[in-house]
């Protein structure tokens, strides 16, 4: 007797186990019913939850209605109710018989409401998807989804977008701090004023650029070679941009309090994040840092420079690094006709103020007509990166704004022809006018000893480019190397024991190179999807980036040293 009445006991027990967390998550809201405080509504593989929360560094104890990572709870994704908190623990929120999500507190006033409430509306059911979208769905169409009203994280399968004809703007805005999710000063959004581009504005003010779409990437991001993203160009115009959800690897893009974009990517224990980027990522990532008419050269000193043909505007300001101010013409620009073009490469295109594009002209066309127009500052082949035979040309006018040059690993990126004074021109190394010069002086000298000069020359060049390529390399890395044995030494030769994680590239470890000195180690496996450049890249990005959550990085071990 005694027995069963235990059993039964732990029967019941289990039931009110069962009951309780029958209670506290829920898959779906039918008409009627009600998610309050304290409940959540989970995705189907429990990925996301959608519920009511306080942030983890709020001063007040006021609730959101949002969606976050069932893992990392503190990582939330949307809000509903960003502008208007409810201020008692009483929240809830409800689907009408019509369709519409409405939010209230517990004095019943509706702090927000989705407004989709459709007289049609036969049984609306609100499920939230595993890829953090929440659906209200009514006969299997979406009447309305979370993924049109982004809030500061861009989540795979969500699209920003600017179609003005159809009155739609889905941009990320930031919290105001990480307490606080109502609007904050950072917008990430696309901009489609000059050529379509995506840019991070505070205000009006404009704090980075990805530069122009060339048809398969940003010009200003030349490192990004995911195929996972997708734009859709109407008439010129960018109307949508987004990245492919793939439900192997959990990404997000956040667009943070403090103006910096970040990415991140979810970790193999799928517990915690691991930040991949950050852009800004250096000083010349900051839109127009160094001024107009400059060149801005990342981790050089000074990392302003004035064109070639142009001087600081305010030679006091330039030299105390105010490089606000920027650079004007010498001589000042009078239009003639015998200036040259300076080809500076690899570099994030100017920022398109005011220009004009023209597609049924070649180079060749667009280098005549800027020389023509005295308000041409500069041309490019738009699409030259694209490796197809296509026409076209991109010219410039007035001040040139935020040209910032590629350096090291990332040496890649399109070229710029520049407006300069012929006397520029004279004093300055691989501009085309010159060479083409040279050239003629050799077939003047007779055509076998041409011959002979033209292939000592040629050889020379590409000996002397193998050698400049190399020391490149290293100086861009701007790192001592150390030893494998030394990180060997430091990790207890890769034990086991050191191991405290695993990133994208294979496992990381923990050593000590000296006593007071720790270290993490990240180590390149075999296995590993990316390869030995990606990895190079990451390194150089990780040496380029300053943030407060990333360690600084030290120094590189490189198994094969390349011979130069
Ligand atoms: C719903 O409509 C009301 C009134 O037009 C508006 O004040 C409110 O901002 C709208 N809510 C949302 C979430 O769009
Ligand atoms: C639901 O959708 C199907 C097909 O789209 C349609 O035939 C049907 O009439 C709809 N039912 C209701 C109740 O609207
Ligand atoms: C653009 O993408 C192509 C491949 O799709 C790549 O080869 C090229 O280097 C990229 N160029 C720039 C400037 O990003
Ligand atoms: C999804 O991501 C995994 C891991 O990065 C990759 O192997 C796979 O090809 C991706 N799938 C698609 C459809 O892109
Ligand atoms: C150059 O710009 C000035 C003023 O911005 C304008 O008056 C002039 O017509 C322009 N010239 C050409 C050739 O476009």
């Known amino acids: 007797m005694e027995q069963s009445v235990q059993i039964l006991y732990a029967a019941l027990s289990i039931f009110a186990i069962f009951d309780s967390s029958l209670a506290a998550a829920v898959a779906t809201l039918s008409p009627g019913q009600t998610l309050s405080d304290g409940q959540v509504l989970s995705s189907p593989a429990q990925i996301f939850e959608l519920g009511f929360f306080t942030p983890a560094n709020s001063i007040s104890t006021v609730k959101f209605l949002g969606i976050w990572y069932r893992a990392t709870p503190d990582v939330v994704v949307w809000v509903a109710n960003r502008q208007n908190p409810i201020t008692s623990s009483a929240g809830a929120l409800t689907l009408s018989k019509n369709g519409n999500l409405i939010l209230s507190s517990a004095q019943g006033t509706i702090t927000w409401s989705s407004n989709s409430s459709t007289a049609a509306a036969s049984r609306p059911i609100l499920s939230l998807l595993d890829t953090g979208n929440l659906v209200l769905a009514d006969n299997s169409t979406n009447i309305w989804t979370s993924f049109d009203y982004p809030c500061d994280t861009r989540l795979p399968g969500m699209k920003m977008v600017d179609d003005s004809d159809a009155g739609l703007d889905k941009h990320l805005t930031s919290w105001k701090s990480s307490g606080d999710p109502s609007l904050g ?17 505070m205000g009006k003010e404009k704090k980075y650029r990805t530069g122009p779409w060339n048809g398969r990437n940003f010009t200003g991001l030349p490192f990004i070679r995911d195929p996972a ?99 004007g013409r010498i001589p000042p620009s009078d239009c003639r006709m015998e200036d040259g073009f300076m080809k500076v490469d690899r570099v994030k295109f100017p920022d398109t103020l005011s220009f004009r594009v023209d597609n049924s002209m070649s180079i060749g066309d667009c280098h005549e007509e800027c020389l023509r127009n005295c308000n041409c500052s500069a041309y490019a082949d738009p699409y030259l990166s694209l490796s197809d035979e296509r026409n076209g040309c991109l010219m410039w006018f007035g001040d040139l704004v935020d040209i910032m040059e590629f350096t090291g690993e990332v040496s890649i990126g399109p070229s710029i022809y520049i407006r300069v004074p012929k006397t520029a021109l004279d004093n300055t190394r691989g501009w085309n006018e010159r060479k083409r010069s040279k050239k003629l002086v050799f077939v003047a000298t007779g055509a076998s000893l041409g011959m002979f000069l033209l292939i000592l020359w040629f050889g020379c060049m590409i000996l002397r480019r193998r050698r400049q390529a190399c020391k490149k390399e290293n100086e861009d890395l701007e790192l001592p190397l150390f030893g494998l044995k030394t990180i060997a030494a430091a990790t207890n030769n890769f034990s086991d024991e050191n191991l405290i994680g695993e990133g994208g590239f294979g496992p990381v470890y923990k050593g000590n190179l000296s006593a007071e000195q720790a270290i993490a180690v990240k180590r390149m496996s075999r296995t590993s999807g990316q390869g030995p450049q990606e990895f190079k890249n990451e390194v150089i990005l990780i040496a380029k980036l300053q943030h407060r959550n990333l360690a600084r990085i030290w120094d590189v071990a490189l198994k094969e040293r390349r011979r130069c």
Not at 185 to 199: A, C, K, R, W
Not at 291 to 311: D, H, I, M, Q
Not at 321 to 327: K, Y
């Open 229 to 327: 993203f997708g734009a859709e160009i109407v008439n010129g115009r960018l109307v949508s941009y987004s990245e492919a959800y793939n439900s192997s690897i959990y990404k997000r893009l956040t667009m943070d309090p403090s103006g910096l974009l970040q990415r991140y990517i979810m970790n193999e224990e799928r517990d915690g994040w691991i930040l991949a980027f950050t852009i800004p990522s250096e000083t010349c990532s900051n839109y127009g840092w160094c001024g107009v008419n400059t060149l801005c050269k990342p981790n050089k000193s000074p990392v302003c420079e004035c064109l070639n043909g142009f001087a600081p505007k305010s030679e006091r300001e330039w030299n105390s690094a105010a490089w606000t101010s920027g650079c």
């Open 185 to 201: 000063d950072f917008v990430y959004t696309i901009e489609n004023h000059g050529l379509p581009q995506m840019s991070i504005l």
